[in-house]
């Protein structure tokens, strides 16, 4: 049973810094391409970071430079560094693995940017 589970999400005030992290089990990790994606109220979910198994790395424009996207390898796991938060960054941050046609989620976390 493949499972994904975030952590790190809460409330931070602008300018702040979070940490997210995605523990994937039931997967070889290494060769998913993993995705931080988020879905901010009244909004359609969007890509937010992916990173490749080989280490590549995309960002949608609105993070570049603020977000940094990362993977363990040994520990199965896949990060989000997130720097100079926004209001707008304020969503629920979902992590995934896709790999062809396979495609799994996480439930969640919570992020919250207010002052």
């Known amino acids: 049973q493949v499972q994904l589970v975030e952590s790190g999400g809460g409330l931070v005030q602008p300018g702040g810094s979070l940490r997210l992290s995605c523990g994937a089990s039931?997967?070889?990790?290494?060769?998913?391409?993993m995705g931080w994606h988020r879905q901010a109220p009244g909004k359609q979910r969007e890509l937010v970071a992916s990173?490749?198994?080989?280490?590549?790395?995309n960002y949608v424009d609105s993070v570049e430079g603020r977000f940094t996207i990362s993977r363990d390898n040994a520990n199965d796991t896949v990060y989000l560094q997130m720097n100079s938060l926004k209001p707008e960054d304020t969503a629920v941050y979902y992590c995934?693995?896709?790999?062809?046609?396979?495609?799994?989620w996480g439930k969640g976390t919570l992020v919250t940017v207010s002052s």
């Open positions: 039931g997967i070889i990790f290494s060769i998913y391409t």
């Open positions: 995934n693995a896709r790999r062809g046609v396979l495609n799994f």
């Open positions: 990173i490749t198994g080989g280490g590549s790395t």
